[in-house]
T-cell receptor, first 114, second 114 residues
Framework: AQTVTQSQPEMSVQEAETVTLSCTYDTSESDYYLFWYKQPPSRQMILVIRQEAYKQQNATENRFSVNFQKAAKSFSLKISDSQLGDAAMYFCAYRSGNTDKLIFGTGTRLQVFP | EADIYQTPRYLVIGTGKKITLECSQTMGHDKMYWYQQDPGMELHLIHYSYGVNSTEKGDLSSESTVSRIRTEHFPLTLESARPSHTSQYLC?????????????FGSGTQLSVL
């Protein structure tokens, strides 16, 4: 069975600095997708970034980028120029190419200090 | 504006009551999901639907039931609520892309059963 592990329950960063959130996963499949979702306090969860496993190029979305290491089964999220609005729970998620079900990690709570 | 809505936002009820958590989306998505999330924990899939008259159980066993009579509406019902049902319930729909579909989440219903 596939699993997603986020080993950092909490992280903190100063405004304008860079922070990296870790995620590892376990799978025997070759066709899958990886996601980072952001859940702000009392607000809707939203997709931050996604990566197709068959793509070697790391996905980027403005200040958000990933470091996808397929062989190591690692999928970290880098947030550059951190802003106060980045404070949230961040969930790493995995989806097999054969199913519609997302498997979520336990989340990392990110605090951003002025 | 296209969105996904959940009501109520908060619900406190007594043991044994029947409740229905509402979820509606205006994006025309066929796929819809219900997740259960305990504080600071990962999301667990409890129900999903591929479209009208389609409902499936998720990975986490749940005593709740769902129905999908209309594309836009995916309510979740607990026939007899118990304190163990206390949790946050998140509804989501997907844009059903062929690869790496994006989930759109509602704001959630925080359920407390006394």
């Amino acid at each position: 069975a596939q699993t997603v592990t986020q080993s950092q329950p909490e992280m903190s960063v100063q405004e304008a600095e860079t922070v990296t959130l870790s995620c590892t996963y376990d799978t025997s499949e070759s066709d899958y997708y990886l996601f980072w979702y952001k859940q702000p306090p009392s607000r809707q969860m939203i997709l931050v970034i996604r990566q197709e496993a068959y793509k070697q190029q790391n996905a980027t979305e403005n200040r958000f980028s990933v470091n996808f290491q397929k062989a190591a089964k690692s999928f970290s999220l880098k947030i550059s120029d951190s802003q106060l609005g980045d404070a949230a729970m961040y969930f790493c998620a995995y989806r097999s190419g054969n199913t519609d079900k997302l498997i979520f990690g336990t989340g990392t709570r990110l605090q951003v200090f002025p | 504006e296209a969105d996904i809505y959940q009501t109520p936002r908060y619900l406190v009820i007594g043991t044994g009551k029947k409740i229905t958590l509402e979820c509606s989306q205006t994006m025309g998505h066929d796929k819809m999901y219900w997740y259960q999330q305990d504080p600071g924990m990962e999301l667990h899939l409890i129900h999903y639907s591929y479209g009208v008259n389609s409902t499936e159980k998720g990975d986490l066993s749940s005593e709740s039931t769902v129905s999908r009579i209309r594309t836009e509406h995916f309510p979740l019902t607990l026939e007899s609520a118990r304190p163990s049902h206390t949790s946050q319930y998140l509804c989501a729909s997907s844009d059903d892309r062929a690869y790496g579909e994006k989930l759109f989440f509602g704001s959630g219903t925080q359920l407390s059963v006394l």
